[in-house]
């Protein structure tokens, strides 16, 4: 059976990859598969990116921007990752609470990189925002002026800002203008696929673990 990642390039004001986010993917359309879980897609991701590709291969000497949602960041999924290699990107319909905040406050005192994911002007959960190193600006979600205070207001507090969803030139160039760091989207590249061959048994098994450790009441005795 042939397996699939995609990964999207992320540039920094000198158009110099810096980083990959990385994708998960069911087959050799490239788009996100609606029907599959959040946490399921990202473990099946995972598996993939470090078991059959390898991390390195994917994203060299940067970083693996990789989308956790919150089943898996309270599992502490991603304190198994090395975290010189990955960023952990929060997806932004998560509802935090206090449980949820302390296992990301416990990623940071662990030196992991923190990112939000397709942040608008309005955002409830600020305290998510001050916990994260890079907050990545949703152009699609957001009309220029709400982009410019949202950096108006964030940047100076020392967040790294990243324009999501870059599409033309003219839109790369005013957002450098008004401060931002780093830039993903359309107009760099789309994300690419890659194609591969199966995981091997032990690795489907470990991802059924993981599916198991991520439901409100694990049975230990199935694990």
């Known amino acids: 059976m042939e397996i699939y990642v995609a990964w999207q390039p992320i540039f920094n004001t000198d158009n110099e990859v810096l980083a990959y986010e990385l994708l ?51 599992s502490e999924i991603p304190m198994l990752l090395d975290k010189n290699k990955i960023v952990v990107e929060l997806l932004e319909d998560i509802i935090p609470d206090a449980n949820f905040v302390s296992k990301i406050k416990a990623l940071k005192a662990n030196g992991y990189t923190v990112a939000i994911d397709d942040y608008v002007e309005g955002y409830k959960y600020e305290e998510l925002v001050h916990l994260s190193d890079i907050i990545k600006v949703d152009f699609f979600g957001n009309t220029k002026e709400q982009i ?76």
Do not use: H
Not at 57 to 74: H, P
Not at 149 to 161: D, E, N, Q, S, T
């Open 24 to 74: 998960y993917r069911q087959n050799e359309q490239n788009f996100f598969d609606q029907s599959v879980t959040s946490d399921v897609a990202t473990s099946i991701l995972l598996m993939n990116s470090y078991y059959t590709f390898g991390i390195e291969t994917l994203v060299g000497e940067g970083k693996a921007f990789i989308n956790f949602d919150k089943n898996l960041i309270v």
């Open 148 to 223: 410019a205070r949202i950096v108006k207001l964030w940047k100076p507090r020392g967040k790294i800002m990243l324009a999501e969803k870059v599409e033309t030139q003219e839109v790369f160039e005013w957002a450098k203008s008004i401060g931002f760091d780093l830039f993903q989207g359309y107009y760099f590249s789309k994300p690419a696929m890659l194609r591969g061959k199966s995981i091997n048994n032990s690795t489907f098994q470990y991802i059924r673990i993981m599916k198991e450790l991520n439901v409100p009441e694990p049975e230990y005795e199935k694990i």
